[in-house]
């Protein structure tokens, strides 16, 4: 079973910016479609991003829509969260989670389609 790995959180200020990096070893990530969720404290898990492994199909949160961009990097075999203009309300662990249907989209309403997940990384925005 694929294992997946997040880093890139920290402390950032608000407007600042963070690129977040989901990997894995020993499978290819390109075989999976991959999304981004993040759970602030007190509140349940919600989708970010995600991009299908079949087209690169995108879809996005309407609160990170604009500011946020999903993308792979085939050679490095990893997935990216650039997030830019973060706020407070970006606050959150975010968690990259593997779907290995072969989909030509994705969503990120279903977390039920991601069977395997990382142990995610903080992100802090800071006013």
């Known amino acids: 079973q694929v294992q997946l790995v997040e880093s890139g959180g920290g402390l950032v200020q608000t407007g600042g910016s963070l690129r977040l990096s989901c990997t894995t070893s020993?499978?290819?990530?390109?075989?999976?479609?991959i999304g981004w969720f993040r759970q602030a404290p007190g509140k349940d898990r919600e989708g970010v991003a995600c991009?299908?492994?079949?087209?690169?199909?995108?879809d996005y949160a309407n609160s990170v829509k604009g500011r946020f961009t999903i993308s792979r990097d085939t050679a490095k075999n990893t997935v990216y969260l650039q997030m830019n203009s973060l706020t407070s309300e970006d606050t959150a662990v975010y968690f990259c989670?593997?779907?290995?249907?072969?989909?030509?989209?994705?969503?990120?309403?279903?977390?039920?389609?991601?069977?395997?997940w990382g142990q995610g990384t903080e992100v802090t925005v800071s006013s």
């Open positions: 991009i299908s492994n079949r087209d690169a199909a995108t």
């Open positions: 989670g593997a779907d290995p249907a072969w989909l030509s989209y994705c969503s990120i309403n279903y977390e039920s389609m991601y069977e395997t």
């Open positions: 020993g499978y290819t990530l390109n075989y999976y479609t």
